[in-house]
Nanobody, 116 residues
């Protein structure tokens, strides 16, 4: 059974930092690209960052380039999203995602709120 457990969200002031974690189970984690998406109220879900299976390739949305860093620890079956210089427009529910042969899988989401 594929499962993701996300953590690390919360309330942070503009300019602050957070690190999101997503612990995966139920599949061979090291074999797959992992992604972080986010969805703000009233908006469509958007891709924030992706990382290849052995971290050789990382891609970011233009809106987060230079501020967010995606990483993974295949020994811990965990993908991370380090977020810095946070802005109010980063407020959203953040989801980890994997596209597996058996289908698309999503975490439950973790809320990030950037506000003073």
């Amino acid at each position: 059974q594929v499962q993701f457990v996300e953590s690390g969200g919360g309330l942070v002031q503009p300019g602050g930092s957070l690190r999101l974690s997503c612990a995966a189970s139920g599949f061979t984690f090291s074999s797959y690209v992992m992604r972080w998406y986010r969805q703000a109220p009233g908006k469509e879900r958007e891709l924030v960052a992706s990382i290849s299976n052995y971290s050789g390739s990382r891609n970011y949305a233009d809106s987060v380039k230079g501020r967010f860093t995606i990483s993974r620890d295949n020994a811990k079956n965990t993908v991370y999203l380090q977020m810095a210089s946070l802005k109010p427009e980063d407020t959203a529910v953040y989801y980890c995602h994997a596209d597996l042969p058996r289908g698309n899988y999503w975490g439950q989401g973790t809320q990030v709120t950037v506000s003073s």
